[in-house]
């Protein structure tokens, strides 16, 4: 449902135009600023222009160390996004993220992990990005202030009730990313915001808020480094957690890896070598017999059965490589 007192009007189905929305009247954009404290100024790095190097390095070191903390407090939320995004991709649905300027690059980041990590079809963890492909590499950051292109980008996905989208913005306001979870929200897709500042919009458009408050940045404003550093180890829970819980990690090891290099390839035999207590040789020739794939190889040898049944046994559990060792189905 969208939040108290805002109104939608979703057009067709079949046009996907634009969700068009009622907004309040909005604040002056300074006084929304000044009060967010990730754009505050950091009374800890007073005076930076006149320290040495290492005394720079010190300040940034010890700002950094407040990070985690402030993940910490949002493990709850993070754990209910990681069981929400593995039942979607289990049941056929898509992660997307959605972001601008620096969390839009952090988000592309991790989606772009995911294949080669975990061999995830490309499809299956998408992002988007304000200014599109080429705002990777060269700032286009005033597409983040229109929330017409965040309706429009989300809509040519097609979110659906199958789907998780989350939306990533340091401040929380950027209007592109607002609107594109709103949108989403709308269409039935499973919404979350990931932010640095309590009660912000996007937290309010959202079905479930992370927020990891840092604090002062040591460069007032310059969220690509603490609020950076929060969202990029968010979105390595969420997707790590979501892997892992759909079995692609047997213990701790990338069973689920894709060997399409020889470092991919050698970790691979290695993952087998360790997870089954084998020699080299018998590593590779099982490798070999089981078509190049790990998983399959593994449960061969934890089951102690032939290829056909290993594959099987993959199939009937979604994947997950302990549940197909046990020859049993997979329940989130």
């Not at 294949?115 to 079809?121: E, V």
Request: contains cysteine; aromatic residues 2%.
């Amino acid at each position: 449902m969208m939040s108290q007192g805002q109104t939608t009007m979703l057009t067709s189905s079949i046009t996907h135009e634009p969700l068009r929305t009622t907004e309040k009247p909005k604040k002056d954009t300074a006084a929304q600023l000044q009060q967010l404290t990730t754009e505050s100024q950091n009374e800890a790095s007073q005076g930076l222009d006149t320290k040495s190097a290492l005394e720079i390095a010190r300040i940034i070191n010890h700002e950094d160390s407040k990070v985690a903390a402030a993940v910490k407090r949002a493990l709850p939320e993070i754990a209910q996004v990681i069981d929400q995004v593995a039942r979607s991709l289990r049941d056929g649905g898509r992660l997307i993220y959605i972001g601008a300027g620096s969390s839009g690059r952090i988000a592309a980041l991790d989606a772009s992990e995911c294949p080669p990590t975990y061999s995830t079809p490309p499809g299956q963890v998408q992002y988007i990005m304000a200014g599109g492909p080429k705002a990777l590499a060269s700032a286009v950051e005033v597409n983040e202030d229109s929330e017409e292109l965040g309706q429009r980008d989300i809509a040519r996905r097609r979110p659906t009730r199958k789907d998780v989208v989350v939306g990533l913005s340091a401040s929380g306001r950027t209007p592109y990313v607002v609107a594109a979870i709103a949108y989403a929200r709308a269409r039935g897709a499973r919404t979350a915001a990931v932010t640095c500042n309590y009660n912000t919009p996007l937290a309010d458009a959202a079905d479930i808020a992370i927020v990891a408050e840092v604090g002062p940045e040591v460069i007032s404003g310059s969220t690509r480094m603490k609020a950076g550093t929060a969202q990029k180890m968010v979105l390595n829970m969420i997707t790590t957690g979501t892997m892992t819980r759909l079995g692609y990690v047997y213990e701790n090891l990338m069973v689920n890896v894709h060997m399409q290099n020889s470092k991919l390839v050698e970790r691979g035999i290695g993952i087998l070598m360790r997870a089954c207590g084998i020699d080299r040789e018998t590593a590779v020739n099982t490798i070999k017999s089981a078509g190049r794939s790990v998983p399959v190889a593994l449960v061969m040898l934890k089951a102690k059965v032939d290829k056909p049944e290993a594959v099987r046994r993959l199939a009937k559990s979604d994947g997950n490589v302990r549940l197909a060792i046990e020859d049993t189905v997979l329940e989130l």
